[in-house]
């Protein structure tokens, strides 16, 4: 089983940036992959990034070039930087791992004002 914790949502005007963390209850070099997902009101929830435990990356089109996920394998810890936030880019986070099966954090809301 694992637990996620995220933190590190808040409220940001635009072009500004936020780091999220998400905290994993076990060894971190176990699981297949850790990824982010966001869900706005009204929308279907999508990937925004993941990171393999090979440590190959991927990202959502929408945001290539201005958000990077990490981890630190000491600290059981993914990130997700978030640069040149935009409007559109509000939503609940959520942290995802896929050990055996998915396990999903509460998620963290970013809101970006305009």
């Known amino acids: 089983q694992v637990q996620l914790v995220e933190s590190g949502g808040g409220l940001v005007q635009a072009g500004g940036s936020l780091r999220l963390s998400c905290a994993a209850s076990?060894?971190?070099?176990?699981?297949?992959?850790m990824a982010w997902y966001r869900q706005a009101p009204g929308k279907q929830r999508e990937l925004v990034a993941r990171?393999?435990?090979?440590?190959?990356?991927n990202y959502a089109d929408s945001v290539k070039g201005r958000f990077a996920i990490s981890r630190d394998n000491a600290k059981n810890t993914v990130y997700l930087q978030m640069n040149s936030l935009k409007p559109e880019d509000t939503a609940v986070y959520y942290c995802?791992?896929?050990?055996?099966?998915?396990?999903w954090g509460q998620g963290t809301q970013v809101t970006v004002s305009s």
């Open positions: 995802n791992a896929l050990f055996r099966t998915n396990y």
């Open positions: 076990r060894s971190i070099f176990s699981i297949n992959y």
């Open positions: 990171i393999f435990n090979s440590g190959t990356t």
